[in-house]
């Protein structure tokens, strides 16, 4: 089975940055795609940012333009670049890693937008 460990998460004002990372247990050559997810209080999870093991990427509509999601194998590690941080950004941010019949997921962490 694969571990995810999410850091970066923290406290920023509106219109400022964050870079997340999420270190797999495993060689994400193996993991099929991986991805980002975030729950805001009383709203379920979301996807924000999710890259395959080719590296092609895919982004929810609410952060295009403003995250930039990337990976590198030889670190076990999939980042996300949040640039222009909003209010409405502010949720736990969860990685997942996604096998084909099983999926995998990290703690979370916490990110908050100040306005």
């Known amino acids: 089975q694969v571990q995810l460990v999410e850091s970066g998460g923290g406290l920023v004002q509106a219109g400022g940055s964050l870079r997340l990372s999420c270190v797999a247990s495993v060689r994400i050559f193996s993991i099929i795609d991986m991805g980002w997810y975030r729950q805001a209080p009383g709203k379920q999870r979301e996807l924000v940012a999710r890259?395959?093991?080719?590296?092609?990427?895919n982004y929810s509509d609410s952060v295009k333009g403003r995250f930039t999601i990337s990976r590198d194998n030889a670190k076990n590690t999939v980042y996300l670049q949040m640039n222009s941080l909003k209010f409405e950004d502010t949720a736990v941010y969860y990685c997942?890693?996604?096998?084909?019949?099983?999926?995998?997921w990290g703690q979370g962490t916490q990110v908050t937008v100040s306005s």
């Open positions: 890259i395959t093991r080719g590296g092609s990427s």
């Open positions: 997942g890693a996604f096998m084909g019949r099983y999926d995998y």
